[in-house]
Structures are given as C-alpha cells and as structure tokens.
C-alpha cells in the first residue's frame, strides 16, 4: 500500500468517525427534546400532569422529612365550555395559553404550576400557609382579570375557581388531589370565580376518663 492510498484511507476512517459523532450528538438532541415533550404540555408549554404530580409527591415527602407545611391548589377556567362553543376552539386555545402565561408570571420561582387536563391546573406551593395560600389565589385572581382578554373573547372577561388544600400528617399526594378537586367542586357550585378551601379532617381524640 502506498503512501497516496494510506492518506486515502486515513482520511476516509476521519470522515467516517466524524459523522458517526455528529449522528451521536443528533441523537442525544432528540433524545433531550423526547424527555422535554414527555415532561410539558404541549400546548401551553408549561408541566403537564404527570410531572406536576411528581413535583407534590416530591413536596410532600420534603414536608415529612422538614415538616414545613405546603398547599396543592386546583384551578378551572369558569365556563371553558361556553367560551369553546362561542369564540371556536382557537379562542379557547389562546385563553389556556394566556391563562397560564399570566399565572407563570405571577407565581414564585419555587412553586410548581402545571396542566392537570382540560381547562384545568395545578400548583404545587412550597413553605406555604393556607392563609398564605389563599391570598396567593386571590393575587393570581387579579392578574388573570387584568389580562386583555377583549382581544381573545371579545365581551366576556375570563376567571376561574379554585379549590386549595394543605399537608396534614401521614398524607398522600392522591389525597391532597383528592381534596383541592372536592375544594374545586364547591367553589363552582357556590357561584364560580372564587378560592374554596378544605383541611384534612384532624383524627378522633380518645375520650379521657374523668
């Protein structure tokens, strides 16, 4: 073999190595970007239910560990339906994306927001008090009315219901779910575009003796 062919061949194993590390970078991208998509909602780009669950389960083992409290709240759009059928599924689309840019916006670095399904969310408030969460709710209240919602649903302002719960002792992220969507259900029922809240019910203390 001589010296041409052997540069031939060298450069050909350099060209071949090359491509085979630029098809492994391409790889780990779309692998990346597979994760991603597994972990967000793909229409407005925030959690989606999985990883927010995720992200409670997460909380609610710190809190046993710390013990700091912590509240799980669940929202929906008032009347998602109606603004469906009467702006189009377009205008629906725009209010969830809206919805929850406004909502990222407000809400701290450390809570967790996300997509529970529909028109419905979740958010995951660590170190916080009912009381403080109520008024979390009521803040985030303000900033979705102060969205231009004329521009997506021309003469019908967009609100939501809330239902917020805090940790109790030996509780589970089913359970704290659970309670927020009963809290949820009530506001709806009582008139729409308000914060409920439910406690885990404290357990029966046994008669003393007198």
Same mark, same amino acid.
């Given at each position: 073999?001589?010296?041409?062919?052997?540069?031939?061949?060298?450069?050909?194993?350099?060209?071949?190595?090359?491509? %085979?590390?630029?098809?492994?970078?391409?790889? =780990?991208? @779309?692998? *990346? &970007? +597979?994760?991603?998509?597994? !972990?967000?909602?793909?229409?407005?780009? %925030?959690?989606?239910?999985?990883?927010?669950? =995720?992200? @409670?389960? *997460? &909380? +609610?083992?710190?809190?046993? !560990?710390?013990?700091?409290?912590?509240?799980?709240?669940?929202?929906?759009?008032?009347?998602?339906?109606?603004?469906? &059928?009467?702006?189009?599924?377009?205008?629906?689309?725009?209010?969830?994306?809206?919805?929850?840019?406004?909502?990222?916006?407000?809400?701290?670095?450390?809570?967790?927001?996300?997509?529970?399904?529909?028109?419905?969310?979740?958010?995951?408030?660590?170190?916080?008090?009912?009381?403080?969460?109520?008024?979390?709710?009521?803040?985030?209240?303000?900033?979705?009315?102060?969205?231009?919602?004329?521009?997506?649903?021309?003469?019908?302002?967009?609100?939501?219901?809330?239902?917020?719960?805090?940790?109790?002792?030996?509780?589970?992220?089913?359970?704290?779910?659970?309670?927020?969507?009963?809290?949820?259900?009530?506001?709806?029922?009582?008139?729409?575009?308000?914060?409920?809240?439910?406690?885990?019910?404290?357990?029966?203390?046994?008669?003393?003796?007198?």
């Amino acid at each position: 073999m001589n010296l041409a062919t052997q540069s031939q061949d060298a450069d050909t194993i350099a060209s071949l190595r090359l491509q %085979v590390a630029t098809q492994q970078r391409e790889i =780990e991208l @779309l692998r *990346a &970007e +597979l994760a991603e998509l597994i !972990r967000v909602d793909p229409l407005t780009g %925030v959690m989606n239910r999985r990883t927010l669950e =995720e992200m @409670l389960a *997460a &909380e +609610l083992q710190r809190s046993h !560990r710390t013990g700091h409290p912590f509240c799980f709240a669940m929202l929906s759009i008032d009347h998602f339906k109606a603004i469906n &059928e009467r702006f189009g599924t377009p205008a629906g689309d725009s209010v969830l994306k809206t919805f929850s840019g406004a909502s990222i916006k407000l809400l701290r670095v450390l809570d967790r927001f996300g997509r529970l399904e529909g028109d419905r969310f979740g958010i995951v408030l660590p170190a916080t008090w009912l009381d403080s969460g109520i008024i979390a709710m009521n803040r985030l209240s303000a900033a979705v009315a102060a969205c231009n919602w004329e521009g997506i649903t021309p003469g019908m302002a967009v609100t939501f219901s809330a239902g917020l719960t805090t940790n109790a002792p030996a509780d589970t992220a089913d359970r704290m779910v659970q309670r927020a969507e009963q809290a949820l259900l009530q506001a709806k029922s009582e008139g729409r575009n308000r914060t409920v809240t439910i406690e885990d019910a404290l357990p029966d203390m046994p008669m003393l003796d007198d």
